[in-house]
Every structure is written in C-alpha cells, then in structure tokens.
C-alpha cells in the first residue's frame, strides 16, 4: 500500500517507535525557531542544559511579538536573544523584520525537512511541504542541542480539496470552513494533509494560511505537497535549489479523510470568541465596524496586502473606522513601497506598524470599549485584543478590506473581484538577519535585569496533596492561563512577576490563594490549554506550588508543558467526578511513584467529601520518568 506524505517524512527522520497512531515516537529535527515571548526562557533552559552549540541544520531566533519598547525589558531580552544566538550557532532575525513564520516561508523553509518551532503556528511551514510542529520552548531547546523529538504518532487525516474556489472566496475561507465542522478540538492528535485538485489552484502562502490555523483545530501540523508551485515560489525568493518534489503515494492510505468542495464555499467570519464560531459573511451584513486589523502570521503575505491595496487604491476608509496593517516581513513590504502599493494604503486612510504580530498579539492597537473588531488573524479569543468587552472577528484580507470600507462586515462578491498575480521574482535582502559568529568568536551574552531565572522542580515526592484552587469549564486557553496583554508581555522572561497574573481572567483571586494554600490542583473540562505553545502557562503554575491538573481532557502542546515542568495531567476515569470536584476539596494522592509506574490508572482521594476517585495518567514509559524525575530538564540532564 502506498504511503502519504506525513509518514514518508516522520519514517525519513524517525529515530524510535513505530507508526502506530498513539504509539510514542521520536523524530529527528532538522530546523528550529523561537520567537521572542518564549525564546528567552527557551534560550535560558538551552544554556541550563549546558549544549556547546546547536547541532541542528538551521536554527533562527525571531524578534516580532515583543516589539513595542515600552520600557527596558523588551529591548534587554532582544539583547540577551541576540548575542545568545551569537554564540551559540543561531540566526537572528532583528525586530522589524517581520513574523517568524512568513520570514521563515520566505526565507528559510525547506520540503521534506523537519521544524520544531516555540510557537503554536509553527505549522505555517507545512506550507511549504515541512513537517513543521510547534512546541514548549524546553522541547525545542533540546531539538537544538540535537535531542529527537517525541510525540504520540498522530492519525493523517486526508483533506481533498476538490472543485474551485468562486471569485473572492479566499484560503481563509478553506480553514475556517474545517473549523466550522471540526471545531477547536477536531485535530488534537491528528496531521491534515492536502490533496487534490484544488491543491494547484494555491499558492504557497495561501496553503500557509491553511496549515497555519490548522493550530486551531489543535492539530499536531498539517501539510501541503511540495509541487511545481512550490518550485515557482522557492525560485522567486532565490532559492529554487531547496526544492524537492514529494507527494502522497497515488494510492496512499489515511485514518480519516474529509472532503471540501471549492466551488461550494462562500466568504466566511469566525464569531467572538473562538475560532470555531464561524458563519457566512453575508449573514453578519448588518453589523457595524469599528476596527480592521490586516495581517498576522496567517494573512500578512505579499499577495494578502497586494489584494488590500488594490480594493482601497483611490478610497477613503470612514471617519468611524480605524483601518491598521501589520505587514508579514521585511520584504512584503519592501515590495509594497516599490511598487506604489504602500502609497494606496497609506492614501485611504490605513495605519500602517510595524512588521510584526502586533496587534494580534495584543501588543498595541487595542479596540474601544464594546468596539467590533474586524480581524485578518487566527485566534479571538475574548480579551486577547486587549480589551475584555471587545467583540473580535476573523476573516479575510478581501472581507476586511471591502468592510473597511463599507464599515460594516460585507460579503464582498457583490464587488468585482481583484486579480494579484505572485511575483517572478520577490525582492530579497536578507540584512536584518545576522548570522551566528564563527565558534569560540562570540562577543558575551547579556542578561537584563528583569531576566529572572526560571523555576525547576523536584523529583516526585511519594504523595502529593493539596486543595482544588480553581474548577474552570471546557477550551481554557493558554491566554486564560497566563494572559499576554501589552502590559504583561514585557514579563515573559520574569515568571516570579507573571505569576500574581495566573488565570486572573478566569479568578482575579486565583494567585492569591494559590499562594495562601502553598499551591494544590487545577480542575478543568475539555480541551484544556488550547491554544499558544507559551510554557509560561506551566511554568507559572509550577512556580506558584500547583501540582497537578484535572481535567476531562488536555490539548496537545500544554499538556507536553506539563509534564516537561513536572505537573501532573491526569485526566478523569469517570467524567461525572468532573461536576462532583468543588473548590476548596482536599485532594491526596499516595503511593505516586509506584500508582504511576504500574499502569495508567491513579487513585486520588478526595478527603474533603470522603470518596476515592478514579484518574487517569495515559503516558509512555519516557514520559512517566520525566515526571518522576521532576521534569525534561533534570530528566535530559541526568540521561546525556
Ligand atoms: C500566540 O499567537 O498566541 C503566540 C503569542 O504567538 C503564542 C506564543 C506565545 O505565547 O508567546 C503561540 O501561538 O504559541
Ligand atoms: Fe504572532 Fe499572532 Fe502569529 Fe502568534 S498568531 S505568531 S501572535 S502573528
């Protein structure tokens, strides 16, 4: 039988397991990134494993969230970024060079080859045919000292895309569509890869779009053939000797398979505040506009703004609208001012920042107060804008731009649609990337001093009890956790500082009593820790005495965080113990070691209402030494 596309790559670098879904497998990496809000701790944990220089293909360290310099901190942990890299074998790319994931298409991509990324849209790549997986900052830490990775062997889901796409209905449209039907927690423990002839009507970006939100299905990636368009778009950048065509078997086998017809979908909005909230365009026309943001890792593309450009060219975006751009890189907009674009923007009416996340991240540009933002982005979860009573939609660069104009959400189709060709040839200057000095030649790393060491944990003690801090509801997201507005992102290399935030959107009293109790369990339903890869929302917890979570089940990337700082995700054997928890219950589990060696079942006993509880903790024989060892960093210490 033949293989696909996934599975030709994971057996191309599997160092151990075998391809069984579920199974415990590791995987050599060939490429690594960071990104700034968690690549301070990444490059903290990297030196605290003690690894002379990275021992991967290529590594690249990007400054784009934390871009706003608002104090000392965000310039002093780009310093410590910076001349870490230096010395340690890594590329960097200097703030204002653009998001990591379109300057690592553009730039630095590769088919076939293998990227672990300390960030959730790691996956943008698959794009560009990579497996391309995101991750905690510690499990990319040791990909770069030339650790294999390890995962649970995901099932490959099959998407065929067949049939063709009406004029302005957009790859934002394909994605949004899946998460309709899939929802937030369809593609836990799952690969999406693309096939059929719709394949050919993208371009690389436009598949960029489509494997980078794959994250919000809480897929492991998803990926994209490396085909004749793939080769076009490697040759454009200068780089058409990175290319190899790989593609699904013909008569590749998968676990799942859904199909999509093109010609079907129409112009779609994702509806506050999850992304898998998704309605037609058409059926929101009455709603009024106060903001559009275009850009981020998933529309910030030279095509996306091109498009933008030509629907405003000779417009004027309204009095009571506030139209900002956010351009992907450096050369996205090193095009758009060659070539007159940049000049129809600014012309309507359009804030133009800085190549960055910006306000996707919540760094600057938050809405009014009850403003509708209008958003080209991936994630809306509430308050993630910045401001909590704000109502945040997602969509199209085409939607965005025509409602900007109308200020009111438009289905475009009534408009005659833009034509944007890619270009032969994109225009290349790589001088905001500095490559690493020779070895031994690096000049020293500098700390600032709101760097703050990051908190380890202890082997596991023979029993662990404490109280229920906090019972949450099902798809908790990382931003619940440890939110990320523009005040507190400055702090992402200070955890004793984040911690007096710890799930206050959830519980403002939470760090507090957190403290009081000297730490506890978290209860949670499904889905928990959807969302960003920030281990900060382990770290936190861990700093602030919590010793497990329960909860009905766990997203992918947190709960690897979890276990690598040493917490406990147990999950419930019956899910009627979930209502049952209360605040306050005293929770002691015995025996942990032994309970957790013998199988996967835990008995907990909740003393406070005097009953015995059935959990689960469903690991490898690797994973469970992790956490009797007291987390990734003693375990990998202790085994190199
Ligand atoms: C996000 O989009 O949520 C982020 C900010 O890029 C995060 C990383 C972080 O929290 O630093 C992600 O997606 O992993
Ligand atoms: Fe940056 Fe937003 Fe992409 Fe995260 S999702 S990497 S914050 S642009």
Not at 30 to 54: K, N, S
Not at 192 to 209: D, K, N
Not at 354 to 378: H, K, W
Not at 605 to 630: D, F, H, V, W
Request: one cysteine or more; charged letters at 20%.
């Amino acid at each position: 039988m033949g293989k696909n596309l996934a599975k030709k790559i994971i057996e191309k670098h599997l160092v151990d397991g075998s391809l069984e879904p579920g199974q415990e497998i590791s995987i050599k990496i060939d490429q690594t990134l960071t990104q700034d809000t968690t690549g301070t701790m990444a490059y903290l944990q990297f030196e605290a494993l003690g690894f002379p220089r990275v021992k991967t293909k290529r590594s690249v360290a990007y400054v784009d969230h934390n871009i706003l310099q608002t104090g000392f901190e965000n310039a002093d942990d780009h310093r410590y970024i910076q001349t870490v890299a230096s010395k340690y074998g890594i590329y960097f790319s200097r703030p204002g060079n653009g998001i990591c994931h379109q300057v690592h298409l553009e730039r630095f991509s590769i088919p076939g080859q293998t990227l672990l990324g300390s960030d959730s849209h790691t996956p943008t790549n698959g794009g560009m045919g990579m497996l391309a997986i995101g991750a905690g900052g510690l499990d990319v830490a040791v990909a770069m000292g030339g650790g294999a990775y390890y995962l649970p062997m995901p099932q490959v889901v099959n998407v065929q895309l067949v049939g063709k796409l009406s004029p302005w209905v957009t790859a934002k449209d394909i994605i949004l569509e899946l998460l309709r039907k899939l929802s937030v927690k369809g593609g836990v423990g799952k690969i999406f890869e693309y096939t059929g002839e719709g394949v050919a009507q993208l371009s690389v970006p436009e598949r960029a779009t489509i494997t980078n939100m794959g994250a919000e299905l809480g897929a492991t990636t998803s990926i994209f053939p490396s085909d004749k368009t793939t080769y076009e778009f490697l040759k454009a950048q200068g780089r058409e000797n990175d290319w190899q065509e790989l593609m699904a078997d013909e008569d590749a086998l998968y676990d799942e398979y859904v199909t999509i017809d093109l010609s079907t979908l129409e112009p779609l909005v994702a509806c506050p505040h999850s992304p898998d909230n998704v309605k037609r365009a058409k059926d929101l026309e009455h709603l009024k506009v106060n903001q559009v943001c275009i850009g981020s890792c998933t529309n910030s593309s030279y095509a996306d703004l091109m498009k933008v450009a030509a629907i405003l060219k000779g417009k004027n975006i309204p009095p009571d609208v506030s139209l900002v751009i956010a351009p992907g890189s450096k050369q996205v907009l090193t095009m758009l001012s060659k070539n007159g674009a940049l000049t129809d923007l600014i012309n309507a009416g359009a804030r133009i920042l800085e190549c960055g996340c910006g306000p996707c991240i919540g760094m600057g540009q938050a809405p009014a107060t009850d403003a509708v933002s209008l958003r080209t982005f991936n994630r809306n979860y509430q308050g993630r804008s910045g401001t909590k009573s704000a109502q945040v939609y997602l969509c199209s660069p085409e939607v965005a731009a025509v409602s900007a104009l109308t200020g009111t959400i438009t289905d475009p189709r009534k408009y005659e649609a833009v034509q944007v060709n890619m270009p032969g040839e994109f225009f290349t200057n790589d001088n905001m990337i500095v490559p690493p000095a020779e070895p031994g030649k690096a000049g020293d790393v500098i700390l600032g001093p709101n760097i703050k060491p990051f908190p380890q944990n202890k082997p596991l003690p023979a029993s662990v009890s404490g109280e229920v801090l906090l019972t949450m509801e099902d798809n908790i997201t990382t931003d619940h956790i440890m939110p990320s507005p523009a005040t507190l992102l400055p702090l992402r290399s200070n955890i004793p500082a984040l911690s007096y935030h710890c799930l206050t959107p959830i519980d403002p009293d939470l760090p507090k009593r957190a403290r009081e109790k000297q730490g506890g369990f978290l209860v949670a339903g499904e889905n928990y820790g959807q969302g960003s890869s920030r281990e900060h929302a382990a770290l936190v917890p861990l700093y602030l005495g919590v010793k497990g979570v329960i909860a009905l089940s766990f997203a992918r990337i947190h709960m690897a965080n979890l276990i690598n700082s040493g917490i406990l995700p147990l999950t419930f054997s019956n899910p009627d113990d979930y209502q049952k928890l209360k605040l306050g219950d005293q929770i002691v589990i015995s025996n942990l070691p032994d309970q957790i060696m013998k199988g996967s079942a835990i008995t907990a006993l909740n003393k406070t209402q005097g009953y015995e509880m059935s959990l689960k903790l469903e690991l490898s024989p690797r994973l469970k030494k992790i956490l009797l060892s007291g987390g990734l960093l003693a375990y990998t210490k202790a085994n190199l």
